[in-house]
């Protein structure tokens, strides 16, 4: 059975089928200028454009209506005024939608959340409009592309050798930072050993370990943030290896120490161009290695941290 539509004072009615519109017709309820559509017609058109609609109707029964308007396989028409004939979904799933979740899956694999990406995008596009299935594998292999893929490139970064210690950008911000709570370390050590020796006649501590014995500091302030040390867990683990990223030099001076006399200095390795040193005043100061006291505390054998 034909189903069609028509349209009185700007809205649209329906669907009726031929008979009934054919009634309307004779009632007067559909005129000459109202539109009319069924499936099949290429646009809408008026009534008195379909042959037969508003003649008087044969004996038997309603005459058959024959549009005037037929395309052989029309295409949807968007028409606010038209019903919108939908577009049949396609029954396969999309093979970058599946992709695309397995790239994702595999992110730990060189190229694959790029992949992930790149499957997961086309995917997207080709069951829109439900035209295909895999729209969720998609969405889920583009987002395991990203969030994956970008921690496991994290990941790899903090693995690479020197990267921590600030030699990949080492004038970046980072590393500005680094330096600075290197210093403030420096700092809270020479005011530790200054406590020591206050309460030691004036005598430097003989070792590091000695000052954390004997003062209120921790083991975490002679780890260097740009180095790959970690805290020592006791006092006596502190030289250990691993856990100190600062030289001391201080085992036989005294308060009298010239002020200008190097007392503590950071492994040459954490910055890459330079070292923080404690000096016997208290100060502490970034000493390019370019600098004669650079080579002159760096250079020399050390009696160790």
């Known amino acids: 059975m034909t189903n069609w539509f028509y349209t009185k004072a700007g809205q649209q009615h329906g669907p009726v089928d031929e008979a009934a519109l054919v009634q309307l017709a004779r009632d007067g309820q559909l005129r000459p200028e109202d539109l009319v559509w069924k499936e099949g017609m290429a646009q809408w058109v008026k009534a008195s454009q379909v042959p037969g609609l508003l003649a008087a109707p044969a004996a038997g029964g309603p005459p058959a209506i024959t549009p005037a308007f037929v395309a052989p396989t029309p295409l949807p028409v968007q028409n606010a005024a038209m019903p919108y004939r939908q577009i049949q979904p396609d029954d396969r799933t999309s093979r970058m939608a599946v992709a695309s979740l397995v790239c994702g899956l595999a992110f730990c694999i060189p190229a694959c959340p790029v992949l992930a990406i ?147 200095y950071e492994d040459p390795g954490d910055h890459g161009d330079g070292v923080n040193m404690l000096f016997a005043d208290g100060h502490v100061e970034f000493v390019a290695a370019t600098d004669p006291t650079y080579n002159k505390t760096v250079n020399t054998p050390s009696p160790g941290r």
């Open 118 to 264: 790149i499957f997961g995008i086309i995917g997207i596009r080709r069951t829109g409009e439900g035209r295909m299935h895999g729209r969720g594998l998609a969405i889920a292999g583009l987002v395991l592309g990203v969030v994956l893929g970008t921690a496991g490139i994290s990941v790899e970064l903090a693995m690479l050798p020197g990267f921590r210690r600030g030699l990949v950008v080492p004038t970046g911000r980072r590393e500005v930072a680094d330096r600075v709570k290197c210093a403030a370390n420096e700092r809270s050590i020479g005011q530790a050993i200054l406590l020591y020796c206050n309460d030691n006649q004036g005598q430097y501590p003989p070792d590091l370990v000695a000052l954390v014995k004997n003062e209120d500091i921790t083991t975490g302030i002679f780890v260097c943030p740009s180095s790959n040390d970690t805290p020592a867990t006791s006092p006596d683990s502190l030289l250990s290896g691993g856990h100190c990223s600062y030289i001391y030099l201080g085992q036989r001076l005294t308060t009298s120490a010239d002020p200008t006399t190097v007392v503590l």
